[in-house]
């Protein structure tokens, strides 16, 4: 045997000891997820874990190329191919982007002194993403912009393993207040029965569930709207409530702000749900939103007959452990 049919022969070992350490991972993470589709929860887990096969991968089409094995076409293909994944799996869903926005909330005078709002959504704590490494570099990066408060847009969970209150125990080095509402997988929409745990992992870091609630500040007025999938998006309402201040309501779909009344002065929604697509590729992307959003929104702001809202591309991944094109971000709205 030449030597370089051992080095193969070494790297077709590597893919299998890494194939078995994944089948072990998925099996063993399966078994403490919350999940009402164990074998589905497996499934993922194990392409999470399997896609650790494109390091080696990456590294295996270079030799391969150089001593011949593969085709110079066959072994570009599979460097291309490998060095996006590799990138969209490793590399982007940890780089959390912060961008800023103004905003002025009240159209007949300017804030006395501007508000920082910074909003979050979509974390997916569970099977693909809002693990530790991520949480602690979204908490460095929320305390460094030091804002005034902090809302969650919903969607905290991805069927989370039953120690969820422990995850989130990094949330109480924030150095703000952080008001949340949930989203659809909060609300087994899809995804397991999890409120309970989710609504103590919360209230034990420190974060305060505004849905159907209402907090005062000097000029403006934070309201929590529920999720829509799951029916408790209602806002009648809130032509009745006190109208000597603008509205800045927090509401997981973006699509909520059909809903919105006439009011006296036009609120802002702060939505997330969309991820901006997760993926942008030509055609498939527009696609797939059409399906997840049928207003047709994406990120950024929009313009509404009685509202605008506002839309982050959130922090999380779901169906899939990539993000490319689309990284994290935590988006700084201030309100002037």
């Known amino acids: 045997m030449s030597n370089s049919d051992t080095i193969i022969l070494g790297f ?13 991972q ?10 009402i589709h164990p074998f589905k929860a497996f499934i993922h887990l194990l392409a999470f874990y399997l896609s650790y096969l494109l390091i080696p991968l990456w590294f295996f089409s270079v030799y391969a190329g150089w001593v011949e094995y593969y085709s110079l076409h066959q072994a570009g293909f599979i460097f291309l191919l490998s060095s996006i994944l590799i990138y969209a799996r490793f590399i982007e869903p940890h780089q959390i982007h912060v961008k800023h926005h103004q905003y002025r909330l009240n159209s007949e005078r300017e804030f006395r002194h501007p508000i920082k709002v910074a909003l979050v959504a979509d974390m997916h704590v ?15 990066k929320l305390n460094q912009v ?23 125990a990094l949330l109480k080095q924030i150095q703000a207040p952080v008001y949340s509402v949930p989203g659809n997988h909060d609300e087994q929409y899809p995804g397991p029965p999890i409120q309970d745990l989710l609504r103590k992992a919360l209230e034990l870091n420190n974060v305060i569930d505004i849905e159907g609630k209402i907090v005062e500040f000097d000029e403006f007025r934070l309201i929590g709207i529920g999720d829509l999938w799951a029916g408790k998006a209602n806002m009648r309402f809130m032509p009745d409530l006190p109208q000597d201040k603008p509205w800045l309501i927090l509401s997981h779909n973006p699509d909520t702000v059909d809903m919105v009344p006439e009011l006296p002065t036009r609120p802002l929604m702060l939505s997330g749900h969309t991820h901006g697509g997760q993926i942008e590729l030509p055609w498939i992307t527009s696609y797939i939103m059409k399906r ?12 509404h007959e009685h ?9 999380g991944m779901v169906g899939v452990p990539f993000r490319f094109r689309v990284p994290p971000t935590i988006d700084i709205i201030e309100l002037i």
């Open 12 to 24: 077709y070992l590597i893919f299998a000891v890494l194939a078995l350490w994944a089948l072990i």
């Open 26 to 35: 998925a099996w063993v993470h399966q078994s403490r997820t919350e999940t």
């Open 126 to 140: 569970g099977l693909f993403s809002g693990h530790e490494r991520q949480l602690k570099s979204m908490v460095k």
């Open 146 to 168: 030091q804002p005034d408060l902090v809302v969650v847009a919903g969607d905290w969970t991805y069927e989370p393993e039953n120690r969820l209150v422990q995850e989130l």
């Open 292 to 303: 997840v959003s049928i207003l047709g929104h994406k990120k950024g702001f929009y313009t």
């Open 307 to 315: 509202a605008e809202v506002f839309v982050t591309v959130g922090t």
